[in-house]
């Protein structure tokens, strides 16, 4: 039988003891805390926080940029705020209510028409000559809108509309004709409201 080598037992030894070694040493890789995990927000039930008093209504929001220039859509319920009235002292009595317009017949309206002749012959013998221009350029003038700023009051059987022309009984604006410095013919266009037809109404 053959003896055995006392130094290869010694070399395996040493082999052995170096890999355990090895093994017991980390590795040198910093282990990180795993994070811990959050609970899923989708399922928790939040708690429902209180409205306010004013709940349901828009709230403007504040930017420091330009406005966008949108406009909300209004509710079909919308009522519009009423236009609000003059202040007057409770001493001052209400303005007079307009004279009622007297109904639209030949006879009403030509003497309307000689009432606006009327107050243009007051005009020309303070400005020496009748008003010029058209319906309402006439109509301005007999108001105020002359050289001596003299305001005259219109006949309470005519009536000014929104375009500022005097108008007949029936709400159509006269045609005023200067014939000459000192006379001035006024037509109404008639019942039928068209000028230069069968029915008009002049001096």
Sequence with gaps: MEKQNPGLWIGAAVVVAVLVVAVSIPSGKPTLPQPE?????STQTQPESPKPSGAGVPVPLVTDGPVADT?????PDFVPAAKPQPIRDADEPPPPPEPPIPPATLANVRQAIDDI??????FRAVHGENPVGDNAEITKALLGDNLKQLKLKLPDNSRVNNAGELC????????????????????????????????????
């Excluded at 995990?37 to 927000?41: A, F, T, V």
């Excluded at 004709?177 to 037509?187: C, D, L, N």
């Excluded at 230069?196 to 109404?201: F, Y």
């Design 117 to 122: 002749d009327l107050v243009i012959r007051d």
């Design 168 to 203: 007949d009984l029936w709400g159509t604006p006269y045609f005023f004709h200067q014939v000459s410095g000192k006379k001035m013919e006024i037509r109404s266009a008639g019942p039928d409201r068209k000028m230069w037809t069968g029915d008009d109404v002049r001096q």
């Design 37 to 41: 995990k959050l609970p899923n927000r």
């Design 71 to 75: 406009v909300s859509p209004v509710s």
